[in-house]
């Protein structure tokens, strides 16, 4: 499903699906390497860490937001996928995020945190030396909502949470802190015309591969869906529980 209409486009997303197009690839080890800096942003009255990983050449940044059902999980998780972006020359930042307390699986305190990285990153870019990168950001499961929601040209997204049609357990799991309807409110208010490619294992039961379709099918022509046969939720995952 190629349906991106620039050239550059089509460039960047050939070049990030070949990164993770391969079997060896798909099941992705918890352990990666460690950061190369650590900067910090503030949000809701708390210092927040933020994870570098740094290429030797960077032409492109990358974002990208751990998963965990908004309640668990952490910026060191995605690891596994940085040391793929790094070995092709896209420098890779992880953002922490407030996670919620007990039962409650809503994304909205982790959201007000990316609203507020989003409004700090053009200043925080610059004393980072990452200002003049192609920006693009990802996000697994969980964190493909807080991924849509962060800044970038593009997002690549692997078995993202971005609408609920309680088909799986995340899903069930969520609705019952959160109406659907309040769900789709946060999807539809995210939304931009900007290329998208999603992976997704179609034997996902605990965030299946619907939401992805649907959202992919709001996009149109800006969004790429690349369907693992076979493939559940652990599937480029970072948590594996």
Same mark, same amino acid.
């Given at each position: 499903?190629?349906?991106?209409?620039?050239?550059?486009?089509?460039?960047?997303?050939?070049?990030?699906?070949?990164?993770?197009?391969?079997?060896?690839?798909?099941?992705?080890?918890?352990?990666?390497?460690?950061?190369?800096?650590?900067?910090?942003?503030?949000?809701?009255?708390?210092?927040?860490? %933020? &994870?570098?990983?740094?290429?030797?050449?960077?032409?492109?940044?990358?974002?990208?937001?751990?998963?965990?059902?908004?309640?668990?999980?952490?910026?060191? /998780?995605?690891? @596994?996928?940085?040391?793929?972006?790094?070995?092709?020359?896209?420098?890779?930042?992880?953002?922490?995020?407030?996670?919620?307390?007990?039962?409650?699986?809503?994304?909205?305190?982790?959201?007000?945190? %990316?609203?507020?990285?989003?409004?700090?990153?053009?200043?925080?870019?610059?004393?980072?030396?990452?200002?003049?990168?192609? &920006?693009?950001?990802?996000?697994?499961?969980?964190?493909?909502?807080?991924?849509?929601?962060?800044?970038?040209?593009?997002?690549? &997204?692997?078995?993202? %949470?971005?609408?609920?049609?309680?088909?799986?357990?995340?899903? /069930?799991?969520?609705?019952?802190?959160?109406?659907?309807?309040?769900?789709?409110?946060?999807?539809?208010?995210?939304?931009?015309?900007?290329?998208?490619?999603?992976?997704?294992?179609?034997?996902?039961?605990?965030?299946?591969? @619907?939401?992805?379709?649907?959202?992919?099918?709001?996009?149109?022509?800006?969004?790429?869906?690349?369907?693992?046969?076979?493939?559940?939720?652990?599937?480029?995952?970072? /948590?594996?529980?």
């Amino acid at each position: 499903m190629h349906r991106f209409k620039s050239y550059l486009a089509i460039k960047t997303f050939l070049t990030l699906a070949n990164l993770f197009s391969f079997t060896s690839c798909y099941h992705l080890s918890l352990s990666g390497s460690s950061p190369d800096r650590v900067y910090s942003y503030h949000s809701q009255g708390k210092e927040l860490k %933020v &994870l570098h990983y740094q290429s030797r050449r960077p032409t492109h940044l990358i974002i990208l937001w751990h998963g965990g059902g908004w309640k668990k999980g952490s910026p060191e /998780n995605m690891s @596994q996928h940085c040391d793929i972006f790094i070995k092709h020359n896209i420098d890779c930042i992880v953002p922490e995020y407030s996670l919620a307390d007990g039962l409650d699986a809503t994304p909205i305190l982790a959201l007000k945190d %990316v609203q507020n990285f989003k409004t700090q990153f053009k200043d925080l870019s610059e004393t980072w030396g990452v200002a003049t990168l192609t &920006l693009w950001s990802g996000g697994s499961s969980a964190g493909g909502l807080l991924a849509a929601w962060s800044p970038g040209e593009g997002l690549i &997204l692997w078995s993202p %949470v971005l609408k609920l049609n309680g088909q799986g357990a995340f899903d /069930n799991n969520v609705l019952d802190s959160m109406s659907r309807v309040e769900m789709d409110v946060l999807l539809n208010q995210q939304i931009q015309a900007r290329p998208t490619l999603i992976f997704h294992g179609d034997r996902d039961v605990t965030v299946p591969i @619907q939401g992805s379709l649907e959202y992919c099918e709001l996009l149109d022509d800006q969004c790429s869906m690349e369907i693992l046969l076979g493939e559940d939720h652990r599937v480029y995952s970072d /948590n594996r529980d």
